[in-house]
């Protein structure tokens, strides 16, 4: 009681003062702002501006004290507000006319709110902060400060992050084509011939090298952006969702790794080069350009191997641009070296001379082309190979290269990388190793110990180093200890009798491949469904069931509180003649299982990448905003509880104004 007529009088005696005063009105200015920080989640930012001399309070002062800040945002549908409203560091003193510590702000202060998103399209959120303002001798009555924010509607974030990985590893693969025997002898000699010709004409600095890296860059983008065009939209995903192309880059992918070993020389026609080399000496900004064509050209055997890698990863990721990210981010590191080298000419000295270091390079190369080629023959496996206007079919999976067998290969491949290195394995136009330098040392430890890493694979362990890259973990010889989740939880799911499907369920899990039979599960045991857009050769989609739903918190709510289906957009399956049709969307015919399930995500879900997970109820009306790639499994779980929470108010009030906007979904 003491506290609160002391509370009182001191604020009737400061706002007679202030009153009194007169002088100043609003000492404290708000500004809002919002960042979307993922598919389904904003931040909003709060930025208040105090006048010298006043300062405010931090929501964590005592109640005994001052009034402290709080924040209040009004209840909607379209968001759920996460967790407390974080600021920043404030100062913290003792205040002798309250009689204890106090935190306050002077002149700004910063606070951030997350805020889960329910509604794709975007909806205006409410919401007030009350404060109060003191400054030495007085303090203004409390006030309440209302406020709008617009939020607009989400956009998915997951290909922004996917272009910049692309753009990362091809950055990778141009400094590993560096050190080739095409490319690296070319640095030193290309750039004495730019820095030779500028002494020549008493220039300190020659515009020659940038305008050659520059055309490197060119040149590998138009190359880039021509496969894309060709390729179309959708066409880089269907290169990897298609067999027979799998199966060809398989073997393409051989016949560079053994050039890579010294079997034979991959070279272009030399009438090719001569000509670009004969353009190159008219000199000029053209004839600089043709120069760099002709590096291009002549590195070709080094380079094609990594840019074919680009174009595989380009397709794996489904994305439109990917190709043209890559090679940009491949061109730039191999442009990289003629730029830095001709500002600073005097580095040429520091670079190590050519000699057998450079086979030795271009030997683990091959090593590893012969590693990866595997990946395309597992996804021509999976996938299966089909000519449809010869009503030819081997349906996939074939059997030919389980994960066991997968991850013995690479064991044996990474145990003869690390022994070549070590010098105890030479191939043709290797030279002798006189001595074991610490870096092949450093290099043969990191070979061998992966190759141990991948043995317990051979047995059922996950290797989430590798997680959506070797076959998964359903598709096995039978005879490894099973990674999956048989033994969480119990299954609730057990009941219902699954569609026959040569896809498999990840982690053991109970699953559907066709809507209509997971719709009448669903309606028969009273459960939303979680619809999984899924493919053979999607490396993400492998990523979130090995080391997202592999969790137990999220592998118990998908199996107890979900019907599962997965629907695989590159089952390359024919339908029956009386279940094809021409798709509502751009008008393509619809022959397959896997492009009726890529004609249902893109129609209804506006989206053609993979993995997509749609939240619906029986009736098809999606109950939350759509999750691609999460990797993040606090995020992936939040979620799938916002789904759950959404599906039981709807039993609960069939009146709720979220399935309005939805119809249910028809699938013929």
């Known amino acids: 009681m003491q506290v609160i007529l002391r509370r009182s009088f001191l604020?009737?005696?400061?706002?007679?003062?202030?009153?009194?005063?007169?002088?100043?009105?609003?000492?404290?200015?708000?500004?809002?702002?919002?960042?979307?920080?993922?598919?389904?989640?904003?931040?909003?930012?709060?930025?208040?501006?105090?006048?010298?001399?006043?300062?405010?309070?931090?929501?964590?002062?005592?109640?005994?004290?001052?009034?402290?800040?709080?924040?209040?945002?009004?209840?909607?549908?379209?968001?759920?507000?996460?967790?407390?409203?974080?600021?920043?560091?404030?100062?913290?003193?003792?205040?002798?006319?309250?009689?204890?510590?106090?935190?306050?702000?002077?002149?700004?202060?910063?606070?951030?709110q997350k805020i889960a998103v329910h509604s794709p399209k975007g909806f205006t959120l409410k919401g007030n902060v009350y404060f109060q303002v003191c400054n030495e001798s007085m303090c203004l009555p409390p006030k309440q400060y209302d406020f709008t924010i617009n939020?607009?509607?989400?956009?998915?974030?997951?290909?922004?992050?996917?272009?910049?990985?692309?753009?990362?590893?091809?950055?990778?693969?141009?400094?590993?084509?560096?050190?080739?025997?095409?490319?690296?002898?070319?640095?030193?000699?290309?750039?004495?011939?730019?820095?030779?010709?500028?002494?020549?004409?008493?220039?300190?600095?020659?515009?020659?090298?940038?305008?050659?890296?520059?055309?490197?860059?060119?040149?590998?983008?138009?190359?880039?952006?021509?496969?894309t065009a060709?390729?179309?939209?959708?066409?880089?995903?269907?290169?990897?969702?298609?067999?027979?192309?799998?199966?060809?880059?398989?073997?393409?992918f051989l016949i560079f790794g053994f050039s890579f070993l010294g079997a034979f020389e991959i070279t272009l026609p030399n009438s090719w080069v001569n000509k670009s080399d004969n353009v190159s000496e008219k000199g000029g900004i053209l004839g600089i350009f043709f120069m760099a064509l002709t590096l291009c050209l002549v590195s070709f055997s080094c380079t094609a191997p990594i840019v074919g890698s680009l174009l595989a990863g380009a397709s794996l990721s489904g994305a439109y641009w990917s190709l043209i990210i890559g090679m940009f981010g491949f061109s730039t590191a191999l442009a990289l070296p003629f730029a830095l080298f001709a500002?600073?000419?005097?580095?040429?000295?520091?670079?190590?001379?050519?000699?057998g270091w450079l086979n030795s390079v271009k030997v683990v190369l091959g090593l590893l082309e012969i590693a990866f080629s595997l990946k395309f023959l597992s996804n021509a496996d999976l996938v299966g190979l089909h000519i449809n206007w010869l009503h030819f079919h081997i349906n996939g999976p074939m059997g030919i290269l389980k994960r066991e067998i997968f991850i013995a290969i690479w064991v044996v491949m990474f145990a003869i990388t690390g022994l070549y290195l070590l010098g105890k394995?030479?191939?043709?136009?290797?030279?002798?190793?006189?001595?074991?330098?610490?870096?092949?040392?450093?290099?043969?430890?990191?070979?061998?110990?992966?190759?141990?890493?991948?043995?317990?694979?051979?047995?059922?362990?996950?290797?989430?180093?590798?997680?959506g890259f070797p076959p998964p973990s359903y598709y096995s010889e039978g005879w490894s200890l099973s990674s999956g989740q048989v033994?969480?939880?119990?299954?609730?799911?057990?009941?219902?009798?699954?569609?026959?499907?040569?896809?498999?369920?990840?982690?053991?899990?109970?699953?559907?491949?066709?809507?209509?039979?997971?719709?009448?599960?669903?309606?028969?045991?009273?459960?939303?469904?979680?619809?999984?857009?899924?493919?053979?050769?999607?490396?993400?989609?492998?990523?979130?069931?090995?080391?997202?739903?592999?969790?137990?918190?999220?592998?118990?709510?998908?199996?107890?509180?979900?019907?599962?289906?997965?629907?695989?957009?590159?089952?390359?399956?024919?339908?029956?003649?009386?279940?094809?049709?021409?798709?509502?969307?751009?008008?393509?015919?619809?022959?397959?299982?896997?492009?009726?399930?890529?004609?249902?995500?893109?129609?209804?879900?506006?989206?053609?990448t993979q993995p997509l997970y749609v939240l619906v109820d029986a009736d098809g009306n999606v109950l939350i905003p759509q999750r691609g790639y999460t990797p993040d499994i606090e995020q992936y779980k939040q979620f799938l509880e916002d789904g759950k929470a959404k599906y039981k108010a709807h039993a609960v009030s069939t009146q709720s104004s979220v399935f309005k906007s939805n119809p249910p979904i028809k699938i013929n």
């Open 343 to 355: 500002s600073f000419p005097r580095w040429l000295n520091n670079l190590p001379k050519s000699g």
């Open 425 to 467: 394995i030479k191939f043709h136009h290797d030279s002798d190793l006189k001595y074991l330098s610490v870096s092949r040392l450093f290099l043969a430890v990191i070979a061998f110990a992966f190759s141990l890493y991948l043995i317990p694979g051979m047995f059922g362990a996950p290797l989430k180093l590798l997680s």
């Open 151 to 227: 939020i607009p509607p989400t956009t998915p974030k997951s290909e922004s992050s996917s272009y910049l990985w692309i753009w990362v590893l091809g950055f990778l693969g141009g400094l590993a084509a560096l050190f080739t025997p095409c490319v690296f002898p070319m640095i030193p000699l290309t750039v004495s011939f730019f820095t030779k010709r500028a002494a020549a004409h008493h220039k300190k600095v020659s515009s020659g090298p940038y305008i050659y890296a520059i055309s490197i860059i060119l040149i590998y983008i138009i190359l880039g952006g021509v496969i």
């Open 11 to 112: 604020g009737l005696f400061l706002f007679l003062g202030y009153a009194a005063s007169a002088q100043v009105y609003d000492p404290v200015s708000w500004k809002f702002s919002q960042k979307q920080i993922s598919d389904s989640e904003y931040a909003i930012t709060i930025h208040a501006t105090i006048q010298t001399g006043w300062h405010t309070y931090s929501q964590h002062t005592d109640s005994n004290g001052p009034i402290p800040m709080a924040f209040t945002f009004t209840p909607a549908p379209d968001y759920r507000v996460e967790g407390k409203t974080d600021e920043d560091s404030c100062i913290t003193k003792y205040d002798s006319t309250f009689k204890l510590v106090v935190k306050y702000f002077l002149k700004e202060a910063n606070f951030t």
């Open 230 to 252: 060709l390729a179309g939209p959708s066409g880089l995903y269907a290169i990897a969702s298609n067999g027979w192309v799998n199966l060809i880059f398989f073997i393409i």
């Open 487 to 608: 033994n969480k939880t119990n299954n609730t799911n057990k009941a219902i009798v699954k569609s026959s499907s040569v896809h498999g369920c990840p982690d053991n899990l109970n699953c559907y491949h066709d809507y209509d039979e997971a719709v009448a599960a669903a309606k028969a045991a009273n459960k939303p469904i979680m619809i999984d857009f899924t493919g053979n050769t999607c490396v993400n989609c492998r990523k979130m069931e090995e080391n997202v739903w592999s969790d137990l918190a999220i592998f118990n709510i998908i199996n107890d509180d979900y019907i599962l289906v997965s629907l695989y957009v590159d089952d390359q399956n024919e339908l029956p003649d009386d279940k094809k049709s021409v798709s509502k969307f751009d008008g393509s015919k619809i022959e397959t299982l896997g492009q009726k399930w890529s004609d249902m995500e893109t129609n209804l879900y506006k989206s053609n």
